[in-house]
Every structure is written in C-alpha cells, then in structure tokens.
C-alpha cells in the first residue's frame, strides 16, 4: 500500500516535499518511482530511484528542480520540489517499480496527493 502526503497549493517559485508512506512491502527491494498525472492524460514517471544502488533518474521537464530520496529505515520515499510551475500541478502518486527503466507499477495505485502551482 502505498499513502502519498504533502500536497498542497503553492505559488510558481515555491516549494513542496511530498512523502510516500509504503506498507506490506520493504521499499528498499524495489526501486520507486514517482509519477503524475493530470485530467484527461495518462500518469507520467517524473523520477525513480534505483533498489541496488539507489541511482536516481528524473524527466527533463523536472530535472534540476526535483529531488528523489528514500529513507529505508522508516520505508518511506520522498520528492523534494522546488522551483514549481504552473506546469507541475497535478496528481502526483508513489509506485514500486522492478526497474526504473520500466514504468508499469507492481502494486495498486495510492490515492495520490493534489499539488497545485498558482498565483
């Protein structure tokens, strides 16, 4: 299971650190992978990071602006974001993936967490 927090309204500049609280799995055996979506689009993989070796990945569209970190001991996964735009508002969800070369989750979609960039 997986229960995404830290959504919220913020101002294009601003900054928002979402957490993905993972139960009935350990996190550390699977890389994970956050994605987006907006209405009316599919979800899009923004960034993953890696099981074995904790390599990061990020989309162009968020690369230097997103952070992706994960901490084992308390099986949880974290994106740090700043320098939003208006662009990033969407629905943003945690998914165990078996690589972070592939984008098909192993699990059910959480309930996601709404950010949105507004002035």
């Known amino acids: 299971q997986f229960v995404e927090s830290g959504g919220d309204l913020v101002q294009p500049g601003g900054s928002l650190r979402l957490s993905c609280e993972v139960s009935?799995?350990?996190?550390?055996?699977?890389?994970m992978g956050w994605f987006r979506q907006v209405p009316g689009e599919g979800r899009e993989k923004v960034s993953c990071i890696g099981a074995d070796d904790d390599s990061t990945s990020y989309a162009d569209s968020v690369k230097g602006r997103f952070t992706i970190t994960r901490d084992n001991a308390r099986n949880m996964v974290y994106l740090q974001m700043t320098n939003l735009k208006p662009e990033d508002t969407a629905v943003y969800y945690c998914?165990?993936?078996?690589?972070?070369?592939?984008?098909?989750?192993?699990?059910?979609w959480g309930q996601g967490t709404q950010v949105t960039v507004a002035s």
């Open positions: 998914a165990a993936l078996v690589q972070c070369s592939m984008n098909d989750p192993l699990y059910d």
């Open positions: 009935g799995i350990v996190a550390r055996h699977y890389a």
